[in-house]
């Protein structure tokens, strides 16, 4: 059977925390039972001194029924809790009491009242009142706590005319003094039951609050993982994982996303890789069966309109076949760069210089359009290894996509370059023009993808990506409709960079 990690954690948080309060409750409650056991035992053995001291005259004039009416009124005191009071000698015979009927006889001296002081095989002068104290059982079941308080042989009491005992003799008897343990037993079973209330309401309160913060911090962020990584497995790529909180958790739901976008990229850059190749073999076989007839085509066309100089309406029409048929070639030569692209011939190349050679390519083209362009170019920018005339015809073709978005109506474009965040150097081409919506963005960089209708090929971009890729860099847009584009192109400048494929980012 499946077990939550949240339940575990509330199980094993709880069952510690209840071994922890128990643990406490037992202290404290045995701590408090000692405590009053101890006051009752003080207040017992304050109790016996009083009678030894309230009964000393009379011992000591041997006043016999006045000892006696003291010792029975003491014991009589029910109401606060004194059950028996007595006097028994050194030999354990009961000489006087409370309780009229044991008077004269004999204790054990292995029973309860006189074990401690014969505990050694001898009477023992000297007690700590501890020693002197036992609890028991009375025959109604109520426990009752013991206090014998020797009675010494002091000088008066062996020179008095009356009874005179031997100087010898160190120990004359033993007042025992019982008292009730009913009140300590009912304040101790009243503490149990406080304390284990207590206890187990710390556990509850302790085990809701666990439970409360594992779900809060536990549950709720393992769950949100879980869910994030089986729509992760189904191919959802797009799954963003709420980050909770400062914490592991939080820290892993942070990673988890920025792994999701990492993957979504991947994905992207290997759909786009994977129709780029789809398309280069598809591209090479069309071109390949097209280039021999349309090449024969152009030559006959042209050797047509060598002969017929005198007939103009023939005239025109052929150079309308021999443009279109140039068009056509044009579109197979680009075909054909896509699908077999030229290994860039790498050397160190000053990219200010490339974006200056090919401004001066479009110039003509921008001016006609009446486009302003400025350039602004930071100097003494690193050199990079790359082939200047593939970065030139990337540039070119951002410059004339520019161009393309500004329209007839003119516009602005502003061309910049700049040292990158990292080990790169910035290509930045910003226009005025119309932008791009976004549902095209996501779709620029696939081949015969274009938005300029029957004026485009949709080869540009893609063509561009693959040089930019070769050449270890990324390509970014942003853009937004009726607010222009910015096109990034990135470059490393280590000597000999090689590989990965370019990041393309599409932002709206």
């Given at each position: ?20 309060i ?5 202290v404290i409650?045995?701590?408090?039972t ?8 003080r207040s ?5 001194e ?12 041997n ?5 006696h ?17 007595r006097?028994?000698?050194?030999e354990?015979r ?24 014969h505990?050694?095989?001898r009477?023992l002068?000297?007690l ?10 009375a ?11 020797p ?16 100087a010898?003799?160190s120990l004359l008897?033993v ?19 406080v304390?284990t209330?207590?206890a ?9 609050m666990l439970w409360w913060?594992?779900?809060r ?24 994982i709420?980050?909770s ?6 820290q892993?739901?942070k ?5 999701t976008r ?6 992207r850059?290997?759909t ?21 007839p349309l090449t024969?085509v ?29 068009r056509?070639r044009?579109i197979i030569r ?15 190349m ?21 486009v ?8 003494e ?16 073709n951002?410059?004339?996509n ?17 040292p ?9 081409l910003e ?32 063509v561009?990506w ?5 050449h ?13 584009t910015?096109?990034?192109l990135?470059?490393?400048t ?6 990965g ?8």
């Amino acid at each position: 059977m499946r077990t939550r990690i949240g339940t575990r954690l509330i199980l094993g948080a709880g069952l510690a925390t209840a071994l922890v309060i128990g643990g406490m409750s037992v202290v404290i409650l045995r701590s408090h039972t000692a405590q009053l056991l101890a006051e009752r035992t003080r207040s017992a053995d304050q109790l016996s001194e009083t009678i030894k001291s309230a009964t000393h005259f009379d011992m000591l004039e041997n006043r016999r029924d006045n000892l006696h009416r003291q010792i029975r009124a003491v014991g009589g005191l029910q109401d606060e809790g004194i059950r028996k009071v007595r006097v028994f000698n050194k030999e354990g015979r009961i000489m006087f009491s409370s309780a009229s009927e044991e008077i004269g006889s004999s204790l054990d001296p292995k029973g309860e009242a006189c074990y401690a002081c014969h505990a050694e095989g001898r009477p023992l002068e000297r007690l700590d009142i501890q020693a002197r104290a036992r609890t028991f059982r009375a025959l109604d079941g109520t426990r009752v706590l013991g206090v014998i308080n020797p009675i010494p042989n002091e000088p008066s009491c062996s020179t008095a005319a009356c009874h005179a005992h031997s100087a010898k003799q160190s120990l004359l008897g033993v007042l025992d003094v019982n008292v009730s343990l009913a009140e300590v037993d009912q304040e101790i079973a009243h503490s149990r039951l406080v304390i284990t209330a207590s206890a187990i309401m710390a556990i509850l309160s302790g085990s809701l609050m666990l439970w409360w913060l594992n779900r809060r911090l536990v549950v709720r962020p393992v769950a949100a993982l879980v869910e994030g990584t089986r729509r992760v497995t189904a191919g959802d790529l797009d799954v963003t994982i709420p980050v909770s909180g400062r914490h592991e958790l939080g820290q892993l739901a942070k990673a988890f996303n920025e792994m999701t976008r990492n993957l979504a990229d991947t994905q992207r850059q290997l759909t786009q890789a994977d129709k780029l190749a789809s398309v280069g073999r598809l591209a090479a076989g069309v071109a390949h069966e097209i280039n021999n007839p349309l090449t024969g085509v152009l030559s006959y066309a042209s050797l047509l309109r060598k002969r017929m100089d005198h007939d103009l309406p023939a005239c025109e029409d052929l150079d309308v076949i021999v443009r279109e048929t140039v068009r056509c070639r044009g579109i197979i030569r680009e075909l054909l760069d896509f699908a077999r692209p030229a290994a860039p011939a790498r050397k160190p190349m000053d990219l200010n210089e490339v974006v200056r050679r090919s401004v001066s390519v479009v110039m003509t083209q921008l001016s006609l359009n009446q486009v302003n362009l400025s350039l602004d170019l930071t100097p003494e920018l690193p050199t990079v290894q790359a082939d200047p005339n593939q970065i030139q015809q990337v540039i070119v073709n951002l410059l004339l996509n520019a161009a393309d978005a500004i329209g007839a109506g003119g516009g602005q474009i502003r061309a910049i370059t700049r040292p990158g965040p990292s080990d790169d150097i910035e290509f930045l081409l910003e226009d005025s023009g119309r932008g791009i919506s976004a549902e095209d963005l996501p779709r620029i960089f696939e081949p015969f993808f274009t938005t300029k209708g029957n004026h485009g090929t949709g080869l540009g971009l893609a063509v561009s990506w693959g040089i930019v890729e070769a050449h270890g860099g990324s390509l970014e847009v942003q853009s937004q409709s009726g607010k222009g584009t910015c096109f990034t192109l990135r470059l490393p400048t280590a000597a000999g960079a090689e590989g990965g494929k370019p990041t393309i980012t599409t932002l709206t």
